[in-house]
């Protein structure tokens, strides 16, 4: 079984599509696919359908969103020479107690893929292998096609889920701008960090990084007004004022000269030098 979720939602048996177009069995697709291998609670894909108010009938019609997946899983099965199938749909979409499992069979997916590389992304970065990083992040990354189950219709679960994998989605984007930076390939990130903040109105690490970049490519003054506009979304939509790690680098960057900007850790945490 192939699982596609980073991105449009696809799954396939054999190379033949097993999702469905309705929108609620989409949805308990959507959800077993991304906890493939692991039970899902019939409470979890009630909740996902319907949220706090379930209808009285709400267990019947799931068990016939479920019937209708096994329909499809069942068209996909590979027969043997005798015409039979060596597993059936039961064996692939399984009821568990209390619930039901999506038996990848040890498929593809690209979550368990996206994970695992930047696993590795990560632990490159702990031992200084900044290349090595990079590579392995921006390959993790170009698992993404858009925003997770852009095409599915989302209850409490899946929320939680997409929200999760945006959140890791963003910390190995900001890790590869990291290694990025150290390598000195501050003008390459130059237009894709002016979408980054465009979108990430108030992510501050995000808007350090691009004052850097801009700060490191000669453009001084527009490495202060990025400040300026941060802070001013900060402000209107949290209350809040920027970091002290950023005011520090603000600082540093109105006390350097154009050409002196030496590499610093752009975390709000981090002591700017």
């Known amino acids: 079984m192939d699982i596609s979720v980073l991105g449009g939602l696809s799954v396939r048996e054999n190379g033949v599509s097993i999702t469905p177009s309705a929108p609620k069995p989409r949805q308990v697709l959507a959800l077993m696919a ?5 039970a899902v ?6 909740e996902e359908l319907w949220g706090q108010k379930p209808p009285r009938s709400a267990r019947a019609t799931l068990q016939k969103y479920v019937l209708q997946l096994r329909e499809l899983i069942t ?7 005798e015409g039979a199938l060596p597993r059936t749909a039961k064996d692939v979409l399984v009821t ?7 038996n990848s069979s040890g498929g593809s997916s690209d979550v368990r893929d996206f994970e695992r590389l930047a696993g590795m992304g990560y632990r490159a970065m702990d031992a200084n292998d900044l290349p090595g990083a990079a590579r392995q992040l921006e390959e993790a990354l170009s698992l993404w096609s858009g925003v997770a189950l852009a095409d599915v219709q989302t209850g409490a679960q899946l929320v939680v889920e997409i ?9 190995a984007i900001n890790q590869r701008i990291e290694a990025d930076l150290r390598l000195g390939r501050h003008r390459e990130l130059l237009g894709e960090l002016t979408v980054l903040v465009s979108r990430y109105r108030t992510h501050e690490t995000l808007h350090g990084q691009f004052m850097l970049a801009l700060h490191r490519s000669g453009r001084r003054i527009e490495a202060l007004e990025v400040y300026q506009r941060l802070r001013r979304a900060l402000i209107r939509e949290l209350g809040l004022e920027p970091s002290c790690g950023l005011r520090r680098l603000q600082e540093t960057i109105l ?8 590499y610093a850790p752009v975390s709000p945490t981090a002591v700017i030098n």
Do not use: F, H, K, N
Not at 34 to 38: E, H, I, V
Not at 41 to 46: D, M, N, S, T
Not at 75 to 81: E, I, M, N
Not at 163 to 171: D, F, H, I, S, V
């Open 34 to 38: 991304l906890r493939a291998d692991q």
């Open 41 to 46: 609670p019939v409470a979890a894909l009630i």
């Open 75 to 81: 068209a996909a099965l590979v027969r043997d020479a």
């Open 96 to 102: 568990m107690p209390g619930g039901y499992l999506l």
């Open 163 to 171: 929200r999760r994998l945006e959140e890791a989605r963003l910390c």
């Open 255 to 262: 006390r350097a000269g154009p050409e002196s900007a030496p």
